[in-house]
């Protein structure tokens, strides 16, 4: 065995690795940053739409609010105008040749439109002979006014599902229609009658004037009423659909008056589509409803099956909404748009409102006298069958006088404080009971529910 101090040994010399000088280091730096901030860049700009177009909830669509001001009952009252007048100077003005020119004329602005029916409506009045040309014209302006208000309506298709007589499933749609009362950036609002069963979220198209259709689906709905809110995303609309489309303006019905022409649109005759003529024969104001007192505006038009719309006047703005419930012998009678302009608002807004369940009237002077009650409240006339009233004890010939521990002074008061309310929240109602000759106050939990 060889020595071991006679064994070779590798010998090996590690050398270090030959240094990067530093300003290629910052140049390779410099280089990845450019690098990976530019595909950052296009990543973001071509992500975004595809992130916001998959990603986004519905919430997020519903971020701005829509307002509806309310109108003033008591400013209406006094002005004693519909809006509509005009004075015979400005009707005199109006010659005929400037008159058939405009009816003539397909492409005169819309707001000139009704502004030239109602001066010819104004003057075929007057007139002790009307002829045909004033009539021909007459319904020519009307014509174009109800294109003009159609651009406001739109279509609405609620997918069903039935059975035939073999038991096979099968789907089919149902025609309504809707009316545009609202606009955001992001959403087209539309109104519309609804059954409580057939909205659901996926199962609801609108066809817009211009024959688009779109996916739409439920804001909000108001089982009192019957009406819905139903919503079409706006970037689900082509270009062209959106600049025809005509949001139509809520107008003040507690300027309305007897004798004031109104045209009916949406299903008057009970087909979708159709359209009515007529005039007002007379308001009854302060009419008890659900928790609520409204004015309903009476006309001429007979109610037929199916009936159910909206009322337009001369400058095409929505007066009311009508359907069979409101007819008053076989004459379409419809609720003024005033008196609903805050759960329309609620519905807009994705909201629903809390719901009592009473119809009443405010106390009056003559009333607390002839009771025997010094306190102003809502005198409960019926509680509706199996509402919130009815469940936790409250009776016809109540006076609420306070909820929540304040104080109501009438109607008004009432409604604004449902308005402001929670749905699916308990709260005091204080009552005046009649116990023998006097009133006693009480007061009941009352667990409010969803209109």
């Not at 010399?13 to 450019?34: M, N, Q, S």
Request: glycine share 8%; hydrophobic share 40%.
């Amino acid at each position: 065995m060889e020595p071991a101090e006679n064994k070779p040994y590798i010998r090996e010399t590690i050398e270090g690795k030959p240094r990067t000088p530093f300003w290629k280091k910052l140049l390779l730096t410099v280089f990845l940053a450019l690098v990976f901030g530019a595909i950052a860049a296009i990543t973001f700009v071509f992500g975004k739409g595809l992130a916001e177009r998959f990603i986004t909830t519905e919430e997020s669509e519903t971020a701005e609010s829509v307002i509806f001001p309310p109108d003033d009952p008591q400013h209406g009252a006094a002005e004693g105008q519909t809006g509509e007048s005009t004075t015979p100077a400005e009707t005199e003005a109006l010659t005929e040749a400037e008159t058939a020119e405009s009816a003539e004329d397909p492409t005169e602005e819309s707001e000139d439109a009704a502004e030239q029916l109602k001066k010819m409506m104004e003057s075929l009045i007057a007139a002790d002979q009307p002829d045909l040309t004033d009539v021909r014209m007459l319904y020519r302006a009307t014509s174009a006014l109800v294109a003009e208000a159609n651009r406001s309506l739109t279509g609405v298709r609620i997918a069903r599902k039935g059975t035939d007589a073999f038991g096979t499933e099968y789907t089919y749609d149902e025609q309504s229609f809707g009316i545009i009362i609202a606009s955001t950036s992001k959403e087209i609002l539309i109104l519309t009658p609804y059954a409580e069963s057939g909205l659901t979220d996926g199962s609801v198209s609108v066809v817009f004037d211009n024959g688009t259709a779109a996916d739409a689906y439920t804001k909000s709905t108001d089982r009192v009423s019957g009406l819905a809110v139903l919503a079409v995303t706006v970037r689900s609309l082509d270009t062209e659909t959106r600049e025809k489309i005509n949001v139509a303006e809520l107008s003040n019905s507690y300027l309305c008056t007897a004798g004031q022409p109104v045209i009916a649109l949406g299903a008057p005759t009970g087909a979708v589509g159709s359209l009515r003529y007529g005039i007002l024969t007379h308001v009854s104001e302060d009419v008890a409803a659900e928790d609520n007192n409204v004015r309903i505006l009476h006309t001429d038009m007979t109610s037929l099956p199916g009936s159910r719309g909206v009322l337009i006047d001369l400058s095409g703005k929505l007066l009311g909404w009508f359907d069979e419930t409101l007819a008053e012998n076989g004459l379409i009678g419809a609720v003024g748009i005033s008196d609903i302009k805050s759960y329309l608002q609620n519905m807009s807004n994705g909201l629903s409102t809390a719901y009592l369940g009473i119809t009443g009237q405010s106390m009056t002077a003559a009333m607390k006298e002839q009771l025997g009650v010094s306190e102003n409240g809502v005198f409960i006339l019926s509680c509706i069958d199996d509402g919130p009233a009815m469940t936790a004890g409250l009776m016809s010939g109540d006076i609420i006088i306070a909820v929540s521990g304040q104080a109501v002074s009438g109607i008004p008061a009432f409604r604004t404080k449902l308005l402001d309310m929670n749905t699916e929240q308990t709260v005091k109602i204080t009552v005046l009971r009649r116990s023998g000759s006097v009133y006693q106050p009480l007061e009941y939990d009352v667990h409010l529910e969803r209109r």
